[in-house]
């Protein structure tokens, strides 16, 4: 295990396009808020949260680019995970990161950023896969 922190975090609230924690984060802003504090500095993407199209083809082209490798058990931390929240296979409109033991940190608009385990019935058959950054660290 790291020893990157994460309790800061927890209750930031969800603002749309989001990138600072006194203001808040969308989940793309929470996920390189999450890569910085280890010490990588992800590209830049906006994108409306509601708008579901264009954020699965963002999602879509970026895991099917070199920038991105799938990866699978053991889950290296941080790892990006790929989810599709209350829309059909095979968009992919949600993100988190995977932290370790099980869990992965994301951001709800009603919740802000929480904790949960990617094994849980609310989101194990909804985790869409998981992706390792290849990009060079600050």
């Not at 006194?22 to 993407?45: A, K, N, Q, S």
């Amino acid at each position: 295990m790291c020893d990157v922190t994460y309790a800061d975090l927890i209750g930031v609230p969800f603002k749309n396009r989001g990138r600072d924690i006194r203001t808040g984060f969308d989940c793309y802003g929470l996920v390189m808020e999450i890569y910085r504090r280890h010490g990588m500095i992800l590209p830049e993407f906006t994108a409306d949260y509601d708008d579901c199209d264009k954020v699965s083809h963002i999602i879509h082209g970026q895991t099917q680019s070199d920038t991105w490798q799938p990866v699978s058990a053991p889950l290296p931390v941080p790892c990006v995970v790929a989810i599709r929240f209350g829309v059909p296979a095979p968009l992919v409109n949600h993100t988190g990161v995977y932290i370790g033991d099980g869990k992965f940190i994301h951001i709800r608009e009603k919740t802000g950023v929480c904790i949960e385990s990617i094994h849980s019935i609310a989101w194990k058959h909804v985790i869409a896969g998981f992706f390792m950054y290849k990009g060079s660290a600050v």
